[in-house]
């Protein structure tokens, strides 16, 4: 009997994915455990495992469609077993039917003769106005015998040409802006800023690194300040907690998000227990999802649970900013770069390099006091280079 293929509840703020990639095509063979097919959720690209061994009988969705948590996909069962449903009329079918709005590749290579039927070769953007506008665009293609444009379907809808260019949300950059709008519209935050002498900091750094061991990665400034902050929380609760309707929930152990950019936005892998690790372990573990999460195949798992996030642009050549809490998160700290600025102390004039942390707290768990003291004890561990 044939088993489906079921698209997994993997999203945290939508149920709606994009499908990246079949792993597996029609009449190969499957075994359980075995990769079938990758999504985009709101979070991460996440591969998906086979539920059966067998044969895969039938495909419906194509790589980069739209679909559904719930939603049957494909069949696995026998060599030449047939297709639950194929013959109703509301069923799926892995026969090419005429669609209503046609598909289009991303890009397109082939002699014009060697396109299949149901494929019109066509911009991501003629493909994307041509759904919204319901313009079929396998005539439009016979006419002009060329991959299409996207000023062909305007010209075809009786769009005057527009000085832009409209784009689809991926799931995750829906979910991001989501998230961000109700950290703005929901959490009532405020913001202080503090000034630190990283002397100590950069001189810690340095030793760990000129006797680092070999296969293991090199200490970087946030590693120090993750390793710092897990250290001060333990003095304010307040800042590794969270609002959960009518009660405070505040965090065992310090859980730390750290913002990376990618290529499909802002993904933030959590480092767990930062208290209990050595720095050279929190660097080999900061590496390590930072670089799945630039190469996009870092896991839901390693995106969960985070307490307290940290932001840092000073890499970006950014001197302070402030950045908006991630929900339901008490506390973001954004960091700033290391720049030797003039001092002025005990009456005497120095060049020290200096950084600005900004702290970001949701008001509601965080007061004022609690949150000056805070960063003020992160000061001076940062300081004393402890």
């Known amino acids: ?70 939603e049957i996909i494909g069949y696995i069962g026998e060599p030449g077993e047939p297709i639950p449903g194929k013959d109703t009329p509301s069923s799926h079918s892995t026969e090419e039917k005429k669609p209503v709005q046609e598909e289009v590749p991303s890009s397109y290579s082939a002699p014009v003769e060697e396109v299949p039927s149901a494929v019109v070769p066509a911009s991501p953007a003629a493909r994307y106005l041509s759904k919204k506008q319901g313009i079929v665009l396998r005539p439009l293609y016979n006419k002009l015998q060329r991959p299409l444009k996207r000023s062909d379907v305007e010209k075809q809808a009786g769009i005057e040409e527009q000085p832009f260019t409209d784009y689809p949300l991926s799931p995750h950059r829906l979910a991001t802006a989501k998230l961000m709008e109700e950290s703005a519209r929901n959490i009532p935050q405020f913001s202080l800023s503090i000034d630190i002498d990283m002397s100590e900091a950069l001189h810690w750094k340095d030793n760990e690194n000129a006797c680092i061991s070999p296969g293991r990665k090199r200490v970087s400034i946030i590693d120090i300040i993750m390793r710092a902050i897990a250290l001060t929380v333990d003095s304010f609760p307040g800042i590794n907690a969270s609002f959960n309707k009518d009660c405070l929930r505040r965090y065992h152990a310090a859980h730390i998000g750290l913002a990376v950019a990618t290529d499909r936005g802002l993904v933030v892998p959590v480092l767990r227990s930062v208290k209990s690790k050595s720095l050279p372990e929190i660097a080999q573990e900061r590496s390590r999802l930072v670089e799945r999460a630039l190469q996009g195949n870092i896991s839901e798992n390693d995106l969960m649970g985070g307490t307290i996030t940290l932001s840092n642009l000073g890499t970006h050549g950014i001197d302070y900013f402030t950045a908006l809490v991630n929900p339901p998160q008490s506390t973001i700290i954004a960091v700033g770069k290391v720049a030797e600025r003039v001092v002025c102390a005990e009456g005497k004039i120095f060049i020290r390099p200096m950084m600005r942390i900004t702290a970001s707290y949701d008001h509601r768990i965080v007061d004022g006091a609690e949150g000056a003291g805070f960063l003020q004890e992160l000061k001076a561990l940062l300081e004393e280079g402890k």
């Open 1 to 70: 009997m044939a088993v489906k293929i079921i698209v997994p509840a993997a999203g945290q703020i939508t149920n709606e994915f994009r499908l990246l990639s079949w792993r597996k095509q029609p009449s190969e063979t499957v075994k359980k455990g075995e990769i079938l097919f990758e999504i985009e959720t709101d979070k991460a690209a996440l591969e998906v495992e086979s539920s059966a061994n067998g044969t895969l009988i039938a495909i419906f969705p194509k790589e980069g469609e739209t679909v559904r948590e719930g």
